[in-house]
């Protein structure tokens, strides 16, 4: 089995920063994307930015240019770093991982349990 655990979300004002980081630990092979979602509340979830094992990056319109998605492969971990925050980037932030076990060595898609990010105006 594979865990998700994310981490540094909080409240912070117009035009702060944040970073989040979501660490991966179980039977893991390897991982191949990893990604970052975004939920505010009555509203569907949506793609915030996703990295490959290899490094390539895609990110959602409304955040290019103020986040930036890395991972560190060797602790499992990816990372979001979000600058410039407006109060319409206020939602619970998930991240998901599509990872290798090492037990079946097949590919299963894993999401975190979400961290709330709140951006006051």
């Known amino acids: 089995q594979v865990q998700l655990v994310e981490s540094g979300g909080g409240l912070v004002q117009a035009g702060g920063s944040l970073r989040l980081s979501c660490a991966a630990s179980?039977?893991?092979?390897?991982?191949?994307?990893m990604g970052w979602y975004r939920q505010a509340p009555g509203k569907q979830r949506d793609l915030v930015a996703v990295i490959t094992s290899g490094g390539s990056t895609t990110y959602a319109d409304s955040v290019k240019g103020r986040f930036t998605i890395s991972r560190d492969n060797a602790k499992n971990t990816v990372f979001l770093q979000m600058n410039s925050l407006k109060p319409e980037d206020t939602a619970v932030y998930y991240c998901?991982?599509?990872?290798?076990?090492?037990?079946?060595?097949?590919?299963?898609?894993?999401w975190g349990q979400g961290t709330q990010v709140t951006v006051s105006s």
């Open positions: 179980g039977s893991i092979f390897s991982i191949n994307a």
């Open positions: 998901n991982a599509r990872v290798v076990t090492a037990t079946w060595r097949s590919e299963y898609l894993n």
